[in-house]
């Protein structure tokens, strides 16, 4: 899948893809794979990217046109402090 978003919100942001590479631990290259759809990108990137943009997974993904993220449930911010 071709994830021009990604492209967008980088270049919305002045980003280049080695800073966004450096973010997610990968190399430029393997990031550019990513915006290109030529490689599927994990969901724990995805959810980094997401974190990051302050944007949710599905406005990645093109399931939703609107960028806001949702709030996170209840039990999931108590899964986050269980594992803290």
């Not at 995805?46 to 806001?68: E, G, I, W």
Request: proline residues 5%.
């Amino acid at each position: 899948m071709h994830l021009s978003r990604l492209y967008e919100l980088r270049e919305d942001n002045d980003l280049k893809q080695r800073e966004l590479a450096a973010l997610l631990n990968c190399s430029q290259v393997c990031y550019s794979y990513y915006e290109l759809g030529r490689r599927e990108i994990p969901l724990a990137l995805l959810m980094k990217l997401a974190d990051f943009y302050k944007t949710s997974v599905d406005y990645l993904l093109y399931r939703t046109d609107n960028p806001a993220p949702y709030e996170p449930s209840e039990k999931y911010s108590l899964m986050c402090e269980i594992s803290e």
